[in-house]
């Protein structure tokens, strides 16, 4: 179920990782680690990622690209030529998603409800509970000010002082800097 407005799609599998090396360079700042093996922990952020690492998260990203697609096509119904149409990382509108077999049918919130009643036996009283955001990593205070000393350094001030004050994710939402949420959640089985 989507809106016509909503954004549907995003398959595929993303690995993103911040190098802080030269900015750390810059600050006097060095990290030293001692490690098992050269691949424990890589990449690491603050040095550059060694082509054995790239070439290990490579692999991660591959296959669990490829476990994903199948669960998409096996739980959609799609053939090959569709599945590769919807699975290149792009996003659709409702509208697109329900022609692409990415949504069953177009809705609201109401329409999703009277669905699962209907459909699942869902109580129709349930409630339905809005999911948002609650900052984990903004809530640590050095993170916070480390944050702030680098924004500050780089001219951005008040930006600085906002994550100082209340963390990052309010920081950013105080910028009303609007963002996108993906969530997936798999179903128990192997």
Known sequence: MAQQSSLVGSIGVLFQFPNVGELLKTVGVKVEEVKSSPLKAAPNGFEPTSPEAREALDALVKDSYAWFKGLVKQRRGMDDALLE??????????????????????????????????????????PVRDYKLSPRFGDLTFLRTAASVVLDALGLGAIAHQVEQAGVVQAVDRLTLDGMLALWHPVATN
């Open 85 to 126: 149409k919807v699975a290149d990382g792009r996003v659709f509108t409702g509208r697109q998603a329900l022609d692409l077999k990415l949504v069953d049918q177009l809705g609201d919130e109401k329409t999703a409800v009277a669905w699962l009643v209907e459909q699942k036996g869902v109580k129709k009283d349930l």
